[in-house]
């Protein structure tokens, strides 16, 4: 019965994988004795283990990148010394090149320069509108978890209403009333995003509600309003820079794809949706102009994706 | 989430103690033995849990569904009461609103006032309004010069077809994916969640684009030059489906890993059986459920990104019209598009929900209780 016991071995190592991403340990535990290798080779091995085992590879490469985007969200200046407008018809659709490093576009203006300028657009209207989703949440979800019953009732059917909008339609809807724009973008994505946010502070504050620290909080004689402001609105805050790096992706994309719709800044803004839109029709002549943006784009979710996700496992596990 | 992931709690315990979960309930004890025997404890609790006998079960399950269908019906009429609110609280005179570019147009103006009652006390407005759409009469674009249910009629189709597509399609890519994506291979979850992190973060919008520009004109495949045609149909449904079925597969693979690690998986292993049959066997079924109830959940999100991928695509359909609204501000319109893919996304939501309700005793004793 020697090959179940391996493959049970394998099992659990993969669930270490999972839990800590630092798996190494695990293997070290185990391999050295099977392997017949010298004590050199073992002691080089582990030291290098031992250095690598706390580093977060994904952090590695998400946390250079969110430098990156942002510093040209705030000085778009410091790296590239190009204007993202100054057109030379002469230079249309150069492809990548020395001069140009991610080429020009129909109008001959620099698309890498026109990347940069434009994170601060993409950015901003997306970590605008997971703030202000988050910061509805919390009015919302705190409204129906602390409140009377009555209150939850209706505030979560409200949710329900707002949840069966589909997600872009809602957006679209609104955008129809409030008008075009980056301000009227960030109002439409974050009302879009209230209900997942609402519901999850709500099913967090009922945790914290029947939390054995409330419990004895109210046998001390706390008031309701009490446990409220040192125990139930403190856990909310705690996590909420979290919720807004998680949504933080899905906002970047919402607002690059309503952009992309013409729905969000105007031309000749280069916002990334924007410059999607524009390059889309001359793919064939010079593909550099729609993938870039969109390698921009995909490199910001992703990092922010990571870290939103680090930040949250390490939150959980502060719990335990 | 909680009232899927609870019972799945409740019942580990239960397989941990050697303890059938329904304590608490008086059963009959003919099979005392089998129950008791904790090789399935998932399937005995599932067999046993609903009421005791079948009159009542069945009442049970007829009593959900009404409330279930109840509930939908009411977060419909919520929802149409919130837009008509909208046009109503939107800065500007509502006539003008709703007329768009014709608001210097005498005779037009008298019809959008009549048939919005709009000379009337808002609360007979509101009357108006609820009378008038199930009836199929939501105004007359303005732009497009047409009565919206008209429009509407025509639009519906290709969308819901493409969304129906993309909602199989992106079942299957799951499915597939998470196959792959749990077998027992050492280190495969590492390398699998770094591809999935990618493609769950790649805009939709430019996934289409890439999609049309490789396959369609550069191979030459799925032309989209007759939109008639099924090839026409491919592309857009890839577009929509890929970042969908990684999404499933993401709840489906946590869903599979978290029963792995449950009682009766270990159980099952000591029987004898293969990590990989206790995968497909067991694990599969117990994880699927969130995802099902996912897929209803999702509709909303391919309805919207329809939006996007038949703007790429040149597909007729409620995302275009979406946006041309949008664009012009055609408020007839757009309410009209606004109502039908709610209400399709209300009925998606409800049959999936329904057919959970069907499938898993564990939702109907959970209902109703506090999360």
């Known amino acids: 019965m020697s090959a179940p016991a ?59 990148i ?31 090149g020395p001069e140009h490093l991610a080429g020009t576009d129909l109008l001959g203006r620099d698309v890498l320069t026109r990347i940069i300028y434009g994170t601060r657009y993409s950015v901003l209207i997306g970590l605008g509108a997971s703030t202000l989703g988050v910061l509805l949440g919390l009015l919302v979800g705190l409204g129906a978890a602390v409140g009377p019953r009555w209150l939850d009732r209706v505030i979560s059917r409200f949710v329900d209403v707002v949840a069966a909008f589909p997600g872009l339609l809602l957006a679209m809807f609104l955008i129809t ?25 709500r099913a967090n504050a009922f945790v914290t509600l029947g939390s054995g620290y409330v419990e004895q909080a109210k046998t001390f004689g706390l008031t309701s309003r009490r446990i409220v402001w040192r125990h139930v609105l403190p856990n909310a805050l705690g996590a909420l820079p979290i919720m807004i790096t998680i949504g933080l992706g899905g906002a970047i994309i919402g607002s690059s794809a309503l952009s992309f719709l013409g729905l969000g800044p105007q031309p000749p803004a280069a916002e990334w949706g924007l410059l999607l839109a524009e390059s889309r029709t001359y793919l064939r002549q010079a593909w550099w102009g729609a993938v870039f943006p969109g390698v921009a784009l995909t490199s910001v979710v992703v990092a ?14 502060r719990d335990r | 989430m909680t009232t899927i992931s609870d019972p799945a709690a409740q019942t580990g315990q239960a397989a941990k103690t ?18 008791a025997q904790p090789s399935q404890p998932g399937l005995s609790t599932i067999e046993d849990a609903p009421a005791t006998s079948t009159g009542g079960r069945a009442r049970t399950l007829a009593w959900l569904i009404t409330k279930r269908l109840g509930s939908a019906l009411l977060v419909l009429w919520i929802a149409v009461t919130l837009t008509f609110l909208a046009v109503h609280i939107a800065p500007g005179d509502t006539v003008s609103l709703l007329l768009g570019e014709n608001r210097d147009d005498p005779i037009a103006r008298a019809q959008v006032i ?74 495969l979850r590492a390398a699998t969640s770094g591809i999935q992190l990618v493609v769950l973060s790649l805009p939709p919008f430019w996934l289409a684009i890439l999609l049309l520009t490789v396959v369609s004109f550069g191979w030459g495949w799925f032309s989209i030059v007759d939109q008639n045609s099924w090839q026409a149909l491919v592309l857009p449904t890839l577009a929509l489906a890929i970042p969908m079925g990684f999404y499933l597969t993401q709840v489906l693979s946590d869903g599979v890993f978290r029963a792995i690690e449950q009682p009766f998986a270990v159980t099952a292993r000591s029987r004898g059986l293969g990590p990989a049959a206790v995968r497909y066997r067991h694990a599969f079924r117990h994880a699927a459920l969130p995802a099902v109830h996912l897929v209803g959940l999702s509709v909303g999100g391919l309805l919207g990104g329809a939006v996007i991928v038949e703007q790429i695509f040149g597909r007729p359909g409620l995302g275009q019209l979406a946006v041309s609204a949008v664009t012009v501000k055609d408020v007839p319109l757009i309410l009209g598009v606004t109502l039908v893919s709610t209400a399709a996304f209300i009925a998606a939501s409800t049959v999936v929900d329904l057919i959970g309700i069907v499938l898993d005793p564990r939702l109907r004793r959970t209902q109703g209780a506090p999360a």
């Open chain 2, 114 to 187: 009549s048939r919005w009652g709009l000379d009337q006390p808002i609360w007979s407005q509101y009357l108006t309004y609820l009378g008038r759409i199930p009836s199929g009469d939501l105004g007359v674009s303005y732009t497009l010069r047409r009565p919206v249910a008209e429009l509407l009629a025509q639009g519906a189709a290709p969308t819901l077809i493409l969304t129906f597509a993309a909602t199989v399609t992106s079942l299957l890519i799951a499915l597939v994916a998470t196959l792959i994506n749990t077998a027992p291979v050492r280190g």
């Open chain 1, 66 to 96: 969110l430098a990156i985007v942002a510093l040209a969200a705030i000085a778009p200046g410091a790296l590239t010394s190009g204007d993202p407008l100054d057109a030379n018809p002469r230079e249309s659709h150069l492809p990548p």
């Open chain 1, 6 to 64: 391996e493959t049970s071995v394998t099992d659990q190592s993969d669930v270490v994988l999972a839990v800590a991403a630092s798996s190494p340990s695990a293997d070290a535990a185990v391999a050295p004795a099977a392997l017949g290798s010298s004590r050199r080779y073992r002691n080089v091995r582990d030291t290098v283990l031992k250095w690598s085992a706390g580093v977060h590879w994904d952090l590695v490469f998400a946390l250079p």
């Open chain 1, 177 to 201: 009333f409030t008008g075009r724009g980056a301000g009227n973008l960030v109002l439409a994505l974050g009302v879009g995003a209230l209900p997942q946010y609402a519901r999850l502070i």
């Open chain 1, 304 to 317: 922010a994706t990571v870290l939103g996700q680090n930040l949250q496992r390490r939150y959980e596990r």
């Open chain 2, 18 to 35: 050697g303890q059938p979960a329904q304590t608490g309930q008086p059963r009959p004890t003919a099979e005392p033995a089998q129950s």
